[in-house]
Nanobody
Framework: QVQLVESGGGLVQPGGSLRLSCTTSGSIFNLCSMAWYRQAPGKQRELVAD???????NYADSVKGRFTISRDNAKNTVDLQMNSLKPEDTALYYCNIRIRRRLTTLTDYWGQGTQVTVSS
């Protein structure tokens, strides 16, 4: 019943910018955090940035100073502003939300992914 849809990916030149957006639908209760992950060819999926419902953020070292994660708690959306893009940022980017279904149980939901390609 919970669905996540990413958008905003595309092809950009090095140094360019993109803004990814994730919209959610369904029964979203007890939301703990929202995040963006990415997976490049031949690599494991990695955390890019996350943000708690209270607004605390953290970023992968490789994107600090270039990417900014933001959210709208009322709309249950999360965006990722990506600036100064590098070829190494090329990956399939996934939206993730974490929900507390029970007192001690956390459940993750994922979008289908949106492709970001940085190439000259």
């Amino acid at each position: 019943q919970v669905q996540l849809v990413e958008s905003g990916g595309g092809l950009v030149q090095p140094g360019g910018s993109l803004r990814l957006s994730c919209t959610t639908s369904g029964s979203i209760f007890n939301l703990c955090s929202m995040a963006w992950y990415r997976q490049a060819p031949g690599k494991q999926r990695e955390l890019v940035a996350d943000i708690t419902i209270g607004g605390s953020t953290n970023y992968a070292d490789s994107v600090k100073g270039r990417f900014t994660i933001s959210r709208d708690n009322a709309k249950n959306t999360v965006d990722l502003q990506m600036n100064s893009l590098k070829p190494e940022d090329t990956a399939l980017y996934y939206c993730n939300i974490r929900i507390r279904r029970r007192l001690t149980t956390l459940t993750d939901y994922w979008g289908q992914g949106t492709q970001v390609t940085v190439s000259s």
